[in-house]
């Protein structure tokens, strides 16, 4: 019995002995994996890393800190789905590591689902009130849900608890930043400085915050001491290339350019910054070549496009083939569109197509656009300049046959009169940007916007874009240049955006004084971003401006204006009558002011064409002044500045996101 005994034993010993040794070694070697991941992620080489920890939680799936170093490493790459996944698993096996918990709310926090980062967080704090990460996620909760002042207040708090951490004092610094205060964000970061005197993430926020302020030499200088302390950072050395551009040193920003492709050759922001520095040099034929390639590698970013096709029309012929090749990017992706039944968004893909390539046959497709909108005589103008240009077939001709019979008893037919001579817009806005305004991501960003809004407003019925040079060095010369042009308004566009979402910001001041008339705001995510966006700003402001035009005939009561269907006229609107030259713009905000007595009358509409209307007219008072020529005004109950949208400002949702 007991030599059987032994015999099991001695089995038993042999079984399971190897059996742990393979578990220990299992585990050991998944520590080795995860501790090489986390120096891949100290070296920001996420893809190194993610595949370390793959090893790991393969060897060991309850590995907890394996498990959430995934959901941190795809974070970083901006992949919140999967981050979301990784980081749920991990707190199933570590429920109470509450640095998993955070990160959890960092990541709802980027997916946008603020109400259940919230209720995260608001369990965190319950169990430890003084939680470093959860006040800094507090605080970046604040500013998702556009609440700049509460989390300045709650960085502020945090940073008395805390006064030597490094994220909190750059948070303070970029939050203060964002309210406008740029002075004491500076004493913020330069604080950060002093006690983080080798850390190159210090150094970097400083450069965008001192770059930021408009200083850009000491800029340089932070970002010099970033690269000395981790030479070949990518973000790094993509701020210092844009330092370099914004201080005028192109040359040197395009050869910083070259490194970053030299690494990476699918970065299609450093071919946008070579293209930029390029056309500052003179360099525009090179510029186009740069940016082609740029816009292959990244056909969605619309800043690339912008710049490429203003560069295209600014230095080429008409007869250029480029032209027509990127003109029928827009072609083929307006019938895209118009498939989809999204009319509006079609028209602008036209109208872009057609101001690289007038002469191209799609315009007969954009006419039969503005048919189907219920615009037959414009359709009609679009037909005869293709029959002038020799491009008429068959059913063309028929086609401007039908029409010119159709229209025989519109009201411009009747009152004899060319809608297309008389067409006059009433005011004049002149788009600037300050040449400094650059996004975290694209540099002239606030120049790009201000050419697209000043692009929209060309087909926009009753305002002028004056022909002014963009880029402005100050306010200041914006003003003098904007009054001495005889601008109505002058706006001042700038950009803040991340790698998904974009905000516009457009000042509008009165020509005049110089004085505040309101700010134009908005914000957009997703394709299109940047257009969705220059439309927004468009649209606010044609909707803030009073619709004006002019008393063109007279017949006895009635009276014809050059205002239609197409401006926003409708039967039943009533319009002031005031004596020629006398209405004036208001000293501040959108309004435009005139006394009783310049007042001459009203005029009801009563039959309404697509640019032209008539109505009836209301003399004001015992003697009949009205005459050809004087100015009508619809004026409505709008507020004297546009209400304007609102949301968190995604430049700094994306800087702090960054911060680690």
Not at 279 to 285: D, S, V
Request: hydrophobic share 45%; with cysteine.
């Amino acid at each position: 019995m007991t030599h059987f005994r032994f015999l099991v034993i001695l089995l038993c010993a042999i079984i399971f002995f190897p059996v742990q040794a393979a578990a220990q070694s299992s585990t050991h070697l998944a520590a080795m994996h995860y501790e090489r991941g986390k120096l891949y992620m100290a070296d920001e080489d996420w893809y190194s890393a993610i595949e370390s920890f793959f090893e790991c939680v393969r060897l060991n799936p309850a590995h907890a800190e394996g498990t959430a170093a995934l959901g941190e490493c795809y974070y970083e790459l901006a992949e919140f789905d999967e981050a979301l996944n990784w980081v749920r698993k991990a707190r199933l096996l570590a429920r109470a590591n509450m640095s998993i918990a955070n990160l959890e709310v960092s990541i709802l926090i980027a997916l946008g689902h603020l109400d259940a980062a919230a209720s995260l967080l608001a369990e965190i704090l319950a169990r430890e009130p003084y939680n470093r990460e959860a006040l800094f996620a507090a605080g970046e909760l604040d500013i998702a849900r556009n609440r700049p002042t509460e989390a300045l207040v709650r960085y502020r708090e945090a940073v008395r608890r805390y006064p030597d951490d490094r994220r909190l004092l750059i948070s303070l610094a970029l939050v203060t930043l964002s309210l406008g205060d740029g002075e004491t964000a500076l004493n913020y970061i330069n604080n950060a400085l002093r006690q983080h005197s080798d850390d190159y993430r210090v150094y970097y926020y400083a450069a965008y915050i001192y770059a930021q302020n408009n200083r850009i030499p000491e800029a340089i200088r932070y970002a010099e001491r970033a690269l000395f302390y981790r030479p070949g950072n990518m973000s790094a050395l993509s701020l210092m290339a844009t330092l370099r551009y914004r201080n005028s040193q192109y040359e040197e920003a395009a050869r910083l350019c070259d490194v970053i492709i030299a690494n990476d050759r699918e970065n299609s922001g450093a071919w946008y910054l070579k293209g930029l520095s390029y056309i500052r040099m003179g360099q525009r034929l090179e510029a186009i070549t740069v940016l082609s390639t740029a816009i292959t590698i990244n056909e969605d970013d619309e800043f690339i496009r912008a710049i490429l096709e203003e560069t295209l029309i600014s230095s080429t012929s008409l007869e250029d083939p480029r032209r027509a090749r990127w003109a029928s990017w827009h072609f083929n992706r307006a019938r895209n569109l118009r498939t989809g039944n999204m009319i509006e968004q079609a028209l602008f893909e036209y109208r872009r197509g057609l101001r690289l390539n007038p002469f191209a046959a799609d315009r007969r497709e954009y006419a039969e656009l503005l048919r189907l909108q219920g615009y037959p005589a414009r359709y009609l103008e679009e037909l005869l300049f293709l029959q002038n240009q020799g491009t008429a077939d068959r059913s063309m001709s028929d086609a401007i046959e039908a029409y010119n019979a159709l229209l025989s008893n519109a009201l411009f037919r009747q009152w004899q009169v060319n809608p297309v001579e008389l067409a006059e817009r009433h005011w004049k806005v002149a788009v600037f940007s300050m040449a400094d305004q650059s996004s975290f991501y694209h540099a002239d960003a606030g120049s790009v916007a201000a050419s697209v809004i000043r692009e929209l407003l060309i087909h926009d019925r009753n305002i002028l874009p004056m022909n002014l040079n963009i880029r402005q060095a100050s306010f200041s010369e914006s003003f003098r240049q904007a009054r001495e042009a005889g601008a109505d308004y002058f706006m001042l566009v700038s950009v803040t955006e991340n790698e998904r979402d974009i905000s516009i910001r457009g000042e509008l001041f009165v020509g005049r004084t110089g004085s505040p008339a309101g700010i134009l705001y908005t914000y957009r995510t997703g394709t299109d971003r940047l257009t969705s966006a220059s439309k927004g700003i468009v649209d606010q402001l044609s909707s803030s401006m009073p619709l004006r035009g002019r008393l063109l005939i007279r017949r006895q009561g009635q009276a014809l204006i050059n205002k239609g269907k197409a401006d926003g006229v409708q039967a039943g609107a009533v319009f002031d009558v005031v004596k020629k030259g006398r209405a004036q713009i208001a000293n501040e905000g959108i309004a435009l002011v005139y006394s009783p007595d310049e007042l001459v009358g009203t005029l009801t509409i009563t039959n309404v064409d697509e640019e032209i209307a008539i109505g009836n007219l209301q003399r004001n008072g015992f003697f009949d002044r009205i005459e050809a020529g004087d100015e009508i005004i619809l004026q409505t109950d709008r507020p004297s500045r546009p209400a304007i949208e609102n949301a968190a400002n995604p430049e700094l949702r994306a800087l702090l996101r960054s911060l680690r």
